[in-house]
């Protein structure tokens, strides 16, 4: 096999596993060899497990040999965000204040894939506790772009996009509480997809129980629906999973997008987007119309920035998580997290409340916009690279860690499905992405959009070796 195959999608290494063509141990092998090989320069992995994934592997290969029914995801490598739970593994959140936690339980996305077949390879970095939307933590250092080692994959599942746009896994497990598997896949041209709230079970409880999710990050709209297919479905011990058969993620990325209704948003009314990236997203939506849909421009969809609606929830329950450590071991947090733990704990609980109250408000305003419309697309990010190691953009030194990003939070606060694609790539070279929102549990047109926008560009266009 020629180096083509560290960019294959996972559909078709899964063939080629099922026909015998290629075999899980030659595929854990080269993800292995390609992740030792990039981690100095990326810094993708906080932990590679390569006894644990050869042995997995071999399994794998004879249950073909033997002809044995195969997973979905029977051979494929794949790797899982440090936010989500490995039993007997480290499970550190990014943070030097968690370095010598293991997990108790495996979360049901790392038992479903393993059902399915998946060879999990490794753990992957994030920011401390997904708290920036940039990949860097003072415990595992720099993550780095796979496209242009001066910038950073986003984050916070930023080992996750490294990992996936790298060539070294078909896909990965990420988690998104305010746009951390949109936000990496737009900075690397990846597809970054969330279901519905609660369509797949997030355990052991987040720290942002009401916010987070679990799903995936892959190189097309094809093999995030295959994964997403995989790790969806009720689980009772999330109390928020959804109960009932979930859409056909597979299926509906072949559904045509005649005669839907799409609202297009440069600014959502409130974010400043750069003007390349406006262009680049607006021409992906206009485009739509070849294919059938409706496309309207709106330019206010929400009537005020709700960062403050989200912040008050995500760095509340991140605060309590740590208020002992930032009590008695501060220095071990990124100051810039610490500082916004600080602010959270620092609100009354009238005010608290308040700000829940405002986010049913938003919630219902969403539910009456989608009455409208099937489906909004709007930029991803307002901008398309981002230095590694900094926090913030240039001129936007005034915002706080996660506003600037603009754009994704808001559909975390409303639950519904979202995915970023990559809708073309910038005069420098770098990828831009759009983001496609749906209606509360209306995945199937998220999906089918999606796909048609990645349908736009040939195929290959948002692949880069590093």
Known sequence: MTDSLDFMSARELAGLVAARQVSPVELTQRALARAETTQASLNAFCLLLPEQALSAARRAESAVIRGEPLGSLHGLPISVKDLISIAGLPYASGSRAMSGNLGKYNAPAVERVRAEGAIIIGKTTTSEFGCKPVGDSPLTGVTRHPWDLDKTPGGSSAGAAAS????????ALGTDGGGSLRIPAAFTGLVGFKASFGRVPVWPTSATPTLAHVGALARNVGDAALLTRAIAGYDARDPFSLVGPAPDFVAATEAPVKGLRIAWSPSLGYAHPEKEVVEITARAARALSDQGAHVEEVETVFEQDPAGLWRAEFYAGVGTRLKAVL?????????AVAKMLDNALAQKLHDYYAAVFERYEVRERMRRFFSRYDLLLSPTLPISALDAGRD???GHDDEEL??????????????QPAASVCAGLTQAGMPVGIQVVGKALGEHAVLSVAAALERIHPPGYNLRMP
Not at 402 to 415: K, S
């Open 392 to 394: 913030l953009p240039p």
């Open 164 to 171: 996936v746009a790298a060539g070294i896994t078909p896909f």
């Open 327 to 335: 009590e008695t071991r501060r220095e071990l947090l990124d100051p």
């Open 402 to 415: 996660v506003t600037w990003a603009a754009y994704t939070y808001p559909f975390n606060l409303t639950g």
